[in-house]
């Protein structure tokens, strides 16, 4: 069982927005700034999105956004794209006894 | 353009072993921290094994502690994992991810397909 909590699914029309969660402990999402985000398409490396939940690395469009309230973090992404359609999923620093752990996943589907 | 490219997967029976390779291009492998994780079929991410960039600090998952091994061949600027005593459980795709930045995977590779099965 993962340890960080995402929904399972998330839809959303073109140009519409949507946020996908991320809900962790004060152990990880609560306790660090190091909750990153990856898009997962079939057959194709998995992409990071977000870094220090709110970082965009160079090359994501700026139409995705990160940001984090206490032990949840969250991706938001606006003007969604027929190529949006992906599984993503959070991953944040853990005090625990593996340093890295990565949610549950979720798939976004355009409708 | 960094490229990690994963190779060595493939069927084995329960008990086997195998070895997966991570080659890497356009940057040098013995410069940044690296992992394995690995995604079984339906599940979520898991992380597997990390090796710090001397090669001096390697952790790994309580699931393939004991089993697992990582290692490093700079002169190939290349990554491995030694999987012994596989189990069903252990069938996934695994990746390479390199960390550039701070507890985060910058840069995967696309992955290579271990199934575990009699």
């Known amino acids: 069982q993962s340890a960080l909590t995402q929904p399972a699914s998330v839809s959303g029309s073109p140009g519409q927005s949507i946020t996908i969660s991320c809900t962790g402990t004060s152990s990880d999402v609560g306790g660090y700034n190091y909750v990153s985000w990856y898009q997962l398409h079939p057959g194709k490396a998995p992409k990071l999105m977000i870094y220090d939940v709110s970082n965009r690395p160079s090359g994501v469009s700026n139409r995705f956004s990160g940001s984090k309230s206490g032990n949840t973090a969250s991706l938001t992404i606006s003007g969604l794209q027929a190529e949006d359609e992906a599984d993503y999923y959070c991953s944040s620093y853990t005090s625990s006894s593996t340093p890295y752990v990565f949610g549950a996943g979720t798939k976004v589907t355009v409708l | 353009e960094v490229q990690l490219v994963e190779s060595g997967g493939g069927l084995v029976q329960p008990g086997g072993s195998l070895r997966l390779s991570c080659a890497a291009s356009?940057?040098?492998?013995?410069?940044?921290?690296m992992h394995w994780v690995r995604q079984a079929p339906g599940r979520a991410l898991e992380w597997v094994s990390y090796?710090?960039?001397?090669?001096?600090?390697?952790y790994y998952a309580d699931s393939v502690k004991g089993r697992f091994t990582i290692s490093r061949d700079d002169a190939k600027n290349s990554l491995y994992l030694q999987m012994n005593s596989l189990r069903a459980e252990d069938t996934a795709i695994y990746y390479c991810?390199?960390?550039?930045?701070?507890?985060?995977?910058?840069?995967w590779g696309r992955g290579t397909l271990a199934t575990v099965s009699s």
């Open positions: 090796m710090s960039y001397s090669a001096s600090t390697i």
């Open positions: 991810a390199r960390e550039a930045i701070l507890y985060n995977f910058d840069y």
């Open positions: 356009t940057f040098t492998l013995s410069s940044y921290k």
